[in-house]
């Protein structure tokens, strides 16, 4: 049988405060490290081929990386930071690629993974609505981690769409690193459909070991 196409796609804060503390370069780093990751999880499962793109939100939100790419081909382009939080808009821009056309009808459910440090500064709530209302946002597999103590937990804990989910925390580089791995093998989840066929099951929270916890470590951010 053909392998079904799985869309994930990362949906990353580059406002300014993204750069206090090194934040940003810590974010590049770990989605760098966790390529190999994803690369394993696709490579795990044959009947699904994982396709990765990247919107970043500041003041606006475009497209990182553009095209869908195959993860065996995929590299990571480092971010960088500017203005203000406008994930309304990121929404909005992701909610355009979950429509059929230009989703394939035959696709598996999409991951879309959200990290930020902060407050939006736009409309979000409308963005994600567009999410919603899409066929793929409905079915997708979502993902949040809040980076530091001023993220909306509570925003991302909307986002996710499942009371019984909280976002991931990242207080500093380790635990930031140790998520955002987890986040990249949720493609294991999104390859993984429910018996009747709609959506993927219901997404599993990560053990407390995942996100490298320490009690005594000192948190940086």
Partial sequence: MASRPVHFIWLLDCSGSM???GKIAELNFAIREAIPEMQEAARSNPGATLLIRAVS?????SWHINDPTPVDQFTWEDLHTYGGTDMGAAFR???GALQTPPMPQRALPPVLALVSDGQ???DWRSGLRAIDDTPWGKRAVRVALAIGDDADK??????LANPELEPLHAKNPRQLAAAIRWMSTAVKQASTPRTDGDGAGPMQAPPPVALGKDEDEDPVW
């Fill in 19 to 21: 750069s206090i503390n």
């Fill in 57 to 61: 939100f500041a003041s606006g939100a």
């Fill in 93 to 95: 821009l992701a909610a």
């Fill in 120 to 122: 939006p500064t736009d």
């Fill in 154 to 159: 509570s925003m991302l804990k909307e986002f």
